[in-house]
């Protein structure tokens, strides 16, 4: 069984983050979708608010796992004998960080590959960080976030 693993702080899931989990899920056995618990950024949501969003959003898709993990990366993915990295692009300006991390996770966890995936062209412009700005400037975040999530988020931000 391949199982792959999409990590990311997903605060909150957007429909780039969608695009990629529908994506790889439908390449793999089995997807988890890992948010992390990032110590150094001071989230929107809560890791559990994160994670119900990310499940309302994909619940039709039957082979994900939604959870969260702490600690490193590398170890994580050895953890659940996951051998794929997944990591979306938007543009060349993810790659130089990504590929850094790609080379680390692959020196940390030899057994581990990190797969790019482009992300669909009408999110190559979409960031969580965006969507906060937006909905905290009261600016419309239809097609940018899942239609269920919108108002969640919204509230969130006022
Ligand atoms: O959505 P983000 O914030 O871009 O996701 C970043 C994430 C969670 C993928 C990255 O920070 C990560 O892998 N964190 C886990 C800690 C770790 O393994 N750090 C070393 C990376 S080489």
């Known amino acids: 069984m391949k199982t792959a693993i999409y990590p990311g702080s997903f605060d909150p899931v957007t429909n780039g ?53 702490d600690g490193l990366l590398a170890d994580y993915a050895k953890q659940r004998e996951a051998s794929v990295i ?29 797969l790019f995936m482009a992300t669909s062209q009408n999110y190559s412009f979409l960031s969580s960080s965006v969507v906060k700005e937006i909905g905290a400037l009261g600016g419309n975040l239809e097609g940018l976030v899942p239609n269920e999530i919108m108002n969640e988020i919204k509230m969130k931000l006022k």
């Open 86 to 114: 997944v990591k979306g692009l938007r543009a060349v300006t993810d790659f130089e960080y990504e590929f850094q991390m790609a080379l680390m996770n692959k020196n940390l966890n030899p057994e581990t590959e990190t």
């Open 17 to 69: 983050h969608l695009d990629i989990i529908k994506r790889s899920s439908a390449i793999f056995d089995k997807l988890i979708v890992a948010v992390s618990v990032n110590r150094s950024k001071t989230p929107l949501f809560t890791v559990q608010e994160r994670i119900e969003l990310i499940q309302r959003v994909t619940k039709d898709i039957q082979n994900i796992e939604v959870v969260t993990f």
